[in-house]
């Protein structure tokens, strides 16, 4: 079995999803809680990945995180080095098309959190910084941890976006998706075997996990 590209696979949704869940929880308390004339348009961007095929996806941010492009300009500004072809390239690639399922998630737990909560702590005078880390996020655990789980299954399983922005290079940008698609165009089926066999061993386990949690949810009443 190729664990390079496994290893890989999972380094690259372990660090897109905590990452992830950093930008995506002040995002949904803002998509949540904050009342803005035309906020609608914000969602629908947020949830653009969706419904738009990875490939095109893929090709604008090949525009924007290449060297003509405005992200692409300011990271080798940075650091002296460009975003293709390189992990931190399809870091950034994979973050952009898993971000609705890392908010619609946390949305959902956010929602279902009881009002009068977070009432009482305004009038016990906490700021909305402190609200948001005293009270939402731990009354949203079990949101925070369904968001995290199926966004890292998502990131496993990415193919399009990478192979747009990062190409197969071998241990450093092709993951097991990619791996598996190079495989079976070879005619190596026992090794895209092998690679899809543990890829589906593990988004199973996911959904065990997700399916625990969501009946934790429903026994708690929350």
Known sequence: MDMTAL?????????????????AAPLTYFLVYVRLPGKFLLEALV??????????????LLTVLGPQGPVGR????????????????IAVAVMAHSLPYTVQPLKTAFEKID??????????????IAIFRRVILPNALGGLVAA????????????GVVLMVGGSIPGKTRVAS??????????RYQEAWQLSLALLVIS????????YLNRGSVAHGT
């Not at 995290?148 to 193919?159: D, K, N, P, R, S």
């Open 7 to 23: 290893y890989l696979s999972g380094k690259l949704a372990l660090v897109s999803t905590v990452l992830l869940l950093v930008l």
């Open 47 to 60: 949830g653009l990945p969706l419904v738009l095929p990875p490939t095109v996806l893929g090709f604008y």
């Open 74 to 89: 300011f990271w080798a500004a940075m650091t002296g080095n460009g975003l293709l072809f390189t992990f931190a390239g």
């Open 115 to 128: 009002p009068r909560l977070l009432e009482t702590a305004a009038v016990l005078g906490l700021s909305r």
């Open 148 to 159: 995290a789980v199926l966004t890292f299954a998502h990131i496993m399983g990415e193919f």
């Open 178 to 187: 990619i791996a598996i698609y190079e495989y079976v165009e070879a005619l």
């Open 204 to 211: 199973y386990f996911v959904l065990l996990i997700v399916m």
